[in-house]
């Protein structure tokens, strides 16, 4: 078992008539140095300031001459005091409902105690109308003949093979094979990352420069073509772009080619999948595996299913505060996902076939669901008094996150937030039960 991180803070906690908790919390002096440091460096991270060559004890006054020490100061404030909360709320074993709300007592300065003030909303509890175990109704599992045939389709087209399509030309969307070599053309440096033997492309990916396309248009195998094109410039150290420079390429044209899709025959099946043996060999394997993945997946889906039924006994009205804040927390997250992905939430709501009221209401009925489940399986968990073991936390984080779980329990030690990790393993514990008890109906 790891050792959880231990950083000891004096808190001073006071519950408030507004149903608040707050508290008061002193950062020890060398705890405050070290997290300075690294808001410094988080800082420059996001205003994309190298300080590669600064040396470490001089990044802090780096950082802070260049964004201005107003910024720097109130960065480095509310940095000390949200990293430092999430170790205030465990250690005083409180369970948030969300982020506390933050503010300084005094300045912060390096190689002093800091004080500040976290006001906690707990956690609210609600009860159950009914805390037996839960009765769900699953369809019967089934596999039929057009999904064993949309399988076989779908196994014939991952099967095609590319063959030299004679006497074709290239014209959009065409696959080809070719050789070719590339050099600047002023000193005839080779370019390696444009030179090969026998390079696979396919007109249109984009993968090769745009004059590729244009120059490879109207070739028929064999064939060969020389061409100059404009070849985009790094940015050199006084950081100009938009620099190029004349390369000059040599293109063999091997093969146009055409994809073949092969006919799921015996002769096919006993050749390429003997342990099929033929067709109707082939056709119960992919009974037998389609069965499998849904009677997994329906294993997967008890989890939930037995929550949403355990949910329909929820009582009690959850603040409207609380549905806010969860919905604008989900719609954050999801916008920097997609963001990764190079998408907004209008084009996902788009290609969900909503406009964004309908997304809106949607997600927020997620939201809904979300945390009737929540409170519902703490409800459960309060009334048959489950306590969280270790094997408990190494439950939840196996299903959280399966072959990685020493990584992100350190993640949850490391940030301070143990008390994340043991609602999760609360609830998972409930939601186990909640399955483990359950009468599950076929339909």
Do not use: C
């Amino acid at each position: 078992m790891n050792k959880p991180v231990e950083i000891n803070l004096k808190i001073d906690k006071r519950e408030r008539e507004d149903g608040k908790t707050q508290l008061t919390v002193t950062v020890p002096a060398a705890i405050v140095g070290d997290v300075m440091k690294g808001s410094a460096y988080l800082l420059a991270s996001q205003n994309k300031i190298d300080i590669g060559e600064v040396a470490p004890e001089e990044v802090e006054a780096f950082v802070k001459e260049i964004v201005g020490e107003a910024q720097y100061n109130a960065f480095v404030d509310y940095y000390v005091m949200a990293a430092m909360a999430p170790y205030a709320i465990t250690q005083k074993n409180i369970e948030p409902i969300m982020e506390p709300e933050l503010s300084p007592v005094g300045k912060l300065s390096a190689g002093e105690d800091f004080t500040f003030i976290a006001v906690v909303s707990p956690k609210p509890y609600f009860e159950l109308s009914s805390y037996d175990p839960v009765t769900v109704k699953l369809p019967q599992i089934t596999i039929t003949e057009e999904e064993i045939d949309d399988q076989i389709l779908k196994l014939s087209q991952q099967r095609a093979e590319l063959v030299a399509d004679e006497g074709a030309e290239v014209s959009q969307g065409r696959e080809v094979r070719f050789a070719f070599k590339t050099a600047y053309k002023d000193n005839d440096e080779p370019i390696v990352q444009l030179t090969d033997e026998r390079r696979a492309y396919q007109l249109g990916q984009g993968y090769m420069p745009k004059e590729f396309d244009e120059q490879l248009m109207g070739m028929k195998s064999g064939e060969s073509k020389s061409f100059d094109f404009e070849l985009p410039m790094p940015p050199g150290p006084d950081g100009l772009s938009g620099k190029t420079r004349t390369a000059t390429t040599t293109v063999d044209l091997i093969q146009v080619e055409r994809r073949v899709v092969p006919s799921i025959t015996d002769a096919w099946v006993e050749k390429n999948l003997p342990d099929a043996k033929n067709v109707e060999g082939l056709r119960k394997m992919l009974h037998s595996e389609g069965m499998r993945f849904k009677q997994k997946e329906q294993e997967d889906m008890k989890m939930f299913a037995v929550a949403s039924t355990l949910a329909q006994r929820f009582t009690g009205n959850i603040p409207d505060e609380i549905y806010e804040h969860m919905q604008s927390e989900m719609l954050f997250n999801l916008k920097e996902q997609l963001k990764s992905n190079g998408m907004t939430i209008e084009q996902l709501a788009q290609n969900m076939g909503m406009d964004m009221q309908q997304f809106n209401m949607t997600s927020m009925m997620q939201v809904r669901e979300t945390l009737r489940q929540g409170f519902s399986l703490d409800a459960l968990a309060r009334h048959h008094k489950f306590t969280v073991t270790e094997e408990d936390i190494a439950e939840a984080l196996k299903r959280m996150s399966p072959g990685y779980e020493q990584r992100a329990r350190a993640e949850f030690e490391g940030s301070g937030r143990m008390y994340m990790l043991r609602e999760a393993a609360m609830r998972t514990k409930a939601n186990l039960w909640l399955v483990e008890t359950a009468t599950f109906e076929i339909e």
